[in-house]
């Protein structure tokens, strides 16, 4: 497949299934032995019926989510993607160093994605996204205003 096939593919699943909710999408845009990676979670997640199981429970902890996609960069079997999610948080959030009440709280953060791809599907998926920037956002976090 082309370059642009698989960027339609990524755009595909941000638009339909991370916007839209339709996890079912999933068994046709990833392999059977698919792996995603996210620094959230502890181990990578196997499959498209955990990667499924993963975004459904990911995402009921928001509403309105809405993503924009800023650059999407392909190369051989590689697409990279810059992106910005928007979203409101329905309950408490547990992020990498704790639990928050963020319930009714709007959100907004970055992600880096690259997509590995193999016979036409998703094989593979590294997700880095500005968990500080959203704790920040959230005002869990407030940063200092010393100037050194």
């Not at 990578?44 to 975004?55: E, F, S, V």
């Amino acid at each position: 497949m082309s370059t642009a096939s698989h960027k339609a593919i990524v755009r595909r699943f941000f638009e339909e299934v991370v916007d839209k909710g339709n996890f079912e999408l999933i068994d046709e845009l990833y392999t059977t032995d698919c792996i995603v990676h996210r620094l959230e979670y502890p181990q990578p997640i196997a499959g498209p019926r955990a990667w499924k199981q993963a975004l459904r429970t990911r995402l009921q902890a928001y509403s309105e989510f809405r993503t924009t996609i800023h650059d999407l960069i392909g190369e051989d079997d590689r697409v990279a993607c810059r992106l910005n999610h928007q979203t409101v948080h329905r309950e408490a959030w547990t992020s990498r160093v704790g639990r928050h009440a963020v319930a009714g709280k709007a959100v907004g953060w970055q992600s880096m994605v690259v997509f590995h791809f193999r016979e036409g599907k998703i094989a593979e998926q590294w997700v880095n996204r500005d968990e500080l920037g959203m704790l920040i956002g959230l005002g869990v976090l407030t940063p200092s205003r010393e100037s050194k």
